[in-house]
């Protein structure tokens, strides 16, 4: 069964500081991965995503994340964080079952950014 | 614009009622889901279908009903089974399997 772990469930950063938030998933063989972000009371937005090819992909709003398969980890990673980040992240996990996309969701890792 | 469009934003839940959690999109897509969400925990499975007429249970489907007469539709009823029904719902949909999944803006169920 597949699995997505975010270790850290606060993380607290400077504005301007770099941000770097974990995700590894446990799957068979490689999965789709996605980042999502939530604002409060708000639906979740999608930050970027993973299928295929190269293991360092864009996002929005400056994100980027890379896939390193030797360690099952998709990690979430800005330069410089602003104030306007705080919010909370959310990996997925997404595999394909006979047509049906099953996700997996972390339990989420909040971001609080201090000036 | 196209997008998820979910009502009411809040609602409220008496006790032995049933109620109706309204998921609308227009991007024509195939599959529809329903997620509940609970501080730390995560998103939960509650329905997907992928096509009109269609519909599976996810893993905390007790307690929930839906139905899926037009594509563009999928509503939710927390039925007076549930019986911890407050939380915050997220409706997705999603086009090719490979595609990841919009959301709608959530509603928010309490119980008065």
């Known amino acids: 069964a597949q699995s997505v772990t975010q270790p850290d469930i606060h993380i607290t950063v400077s504005e301007g500081a770099s941000l770097e938030l974990r995700c590894n998933y446990s799957?068979?063989?490689?999965?789709?991965l996605f980042w999502y972000v939530q604002s409060p009371g708000q639906g979740l937005q999608l930050l970027l995503k993973?299928?295929?090819?190269?293991?360092l992909v864009q996002g929005i709003k400056g994100f980027e994340a890379e896939f390193k398969r030797s360690q099952s980890s998709f990690n979430l990673r800005k330069p410089s964080v602003h104030w306007s980040d705080a919010a909370e992240y959310f990996c997925?996990?997404?595999?394909?079952?006979?047509?049906?996309?099953?996700?997996?969701f972390g339990t989420g890792t909040k971001l609080q950014v201090i000036p | 614009d196209g997008g998820i469009t979910q009502s009411p934003k809040y609602l409220f839940r008496k006790e032995g009622q049933n109620v109706t959690l309204s998921c609308e999109q227009n991007l024509n897509h195939d599959a529809m889901y329903w997620y509940r969400q609970d501080p730390g925990q995560g998103l939960r499975l509650i329905y997907y279908s992928q096509i009109v007429n269609d519909f599976q249970k996810g893993d905390i489907a007790e307690g929930y009903s839906v139905s899926r007469e037009k594509k563009e539709s999928f509503p939710l009823t927390v039925t007076s089974a549930q019986k911890n029904p407050t939380a915050f719902y997220l409706c997705?949909?999603?086009?090719?399997?490979?595609?990841?999944?919009?959301f709608g803006d959530g509603t928010r169920l309490s119980i008065l």
């Open positions: 993973y299928f295929s090819g190269d293991t």
């Open positions: 997705a949909s999603r086009d090719l399997v490979s595609q990841p999944q919009h």
């Open positions: 799957y068979g063989a490689t999965p789709y």
């Open positions: 997925a996990v997404a595999t394909d079952s006979g047509g049906y996309q099953k996700v997996t």
